[in-house]
C-alpha cells in the first residue's frame, strides 16, 4: 500500500517557468490537500478537494491552480513560478470529512525558484 | 478552528515519558485535540486523537483536563527517532471547515541519549 505519492521529490524553477506537482493516492480517500510549509513554519493549505471534479481554495491559493478529474490525483499547478513559491509542498488525503478523521500525507516535494 | 498553545521546544532523555503540553482554551465543546509530528522535514504523521476522555494506543497517550481548555502528549518511552516537531491540533467535528487541519509551529522535542 503506497499511500500518497508526490513526484518530483525536488525541483528547482527559474521565475516565470511553469510545473505540476503531481499527487497520487490508493486508498480511495475523498478529500485531498495541497500545503505548503516555509522554513520554520508550520503547514499553510493551498487548495482542497471533496471529491472528484470538486476543489476549492484554501489560505494561500494565490499564484495556483488544482484539478481534480479522479479520486486518486489531485495535481497542483504553478503557472509563473516566483521566488515567493519557494517551499516544501505537501499533499495529503482523508477518507472522508468528519471528526474522527486522520489525513495522510506525502512526502513532500522541495521547490526552489531561482 | 480554536487556536492552540506549544512550547517552541521541549527535551527529554532517552527512555523517558515525554510530557508534551498543548494549551486550546477556547476549544468548542464538539472539537477534536489531534496531534500529528513531523520528523525532519517528512510529512506529518498522525498520533492520536480524542475529545473529552483519555486516549491511548500503541504510539502515544493523550490525556485531556476535565474542562477540555488543555491537553498533554504523553510519549511513555522516548527514544531517538521520537526527534520531532509535535503538532497540537484543535478540529471541528463534520461540517463547516472540518476539511481541513490548521498547523501552527509546533513543539520540537529533541531526545537525548
Known amino acids: 500500500n503506497a499511500g500518497v505519492t508526490q513526484t518530483p521529490k525536488f525541483r528547482i524553477l527559474k521565475i516565470g517557468q511553469s510545473m505540476t506537482l503531481q499527487c497520487t493516492q490508493d486508498?480511495?480517500?475523498?478529500?485531498m490537500y495541497w500545503y505548503r510549509q516555509d522554513p520554520g513554519m508550520g503547514l499553510k493549505l493551498i487548495y482542497y478537494?471533496?471529491?472528484?471534479?470538486?476543489?476549492d481554495k484554501g489560505e494561500v491559493p494565490n499564484g495556483y491552480n488544482v484539478s481534480r478529474s479522479t479520486t486518486e490525483d489531485f495535481p497542483l499547478r504553478l503557472e509563473l513560478a516566483a521566488p515567493s513559491q519557494t517551499s516544501v509542498y505537501f499533499c495529503?488525503?482523508?477518507?472522508?470529512?468528519?471528526?474522527?478523521?486522520?489525513?495522510?500525507f506525502g512526502q513532500g516535494t522541495r521547490l526552489t525558484v531561482v | 478552528d480554536a487556536k492552540t498553545t506549544q512550547p517552541p521546544s521541549m527535551d527529554c532523555a532517552e527512555g523517558r515519558a515525554a510530557n508534551l503540553p498543548c494549551n486550546h482554551s477556547?476549544?468548542?465543546?464538539?472539537?477534536?485535540v489531534y496531534w500529528y509530528r513531523q520528523i525532519h522535514s517528512q510529512g506529518p504523521q498522525y498520533i492520536i486523537h480524542?475529545?473529552?476522555n483519555n486516549e491511548t494506543n500503541e504510539m502515544a497517550s493523550l490525556i485531556i483536563t476535565e474542562d477540555r481548555k488543555s491537553s498533554t502528549l504523553i510519549l511513555p518511552h522516548a527514544t531517538l527517532r521520537d526527534t520531532a516537531v509535535y503538532y497540537c491540533?484543535?478540529?471541528?467535528?463534520?461540517?463547516?471547515?472540518?476539511?481541513?487541519?490548521?498547523f501552527g509551529k509546533g513543539t520540537l522535542l529533541t531526545v537525548n541519549p
Open positions: 480524542g475529545l473529552k
Open positions: 495529503a488525503s482523508s477518507q472522508r470529512q468528519g471528526s474522527d478523521t486522520e489525513a495522510f
Open positions: 486508498m480511495n480517500h475523498n478529500y
Open positions: 478537494s471533496v471529491g472528484a471534479g470538486i476543489t
Open positions: 491540533i484543535v478540529r471541528a467535528p463534520s461540517g463547516g471547515s472540518n476539511y481541513k487541519l490548521t
Open positions: 477556547t476549544i468548542s465543546g464538539n472539537e477534536y
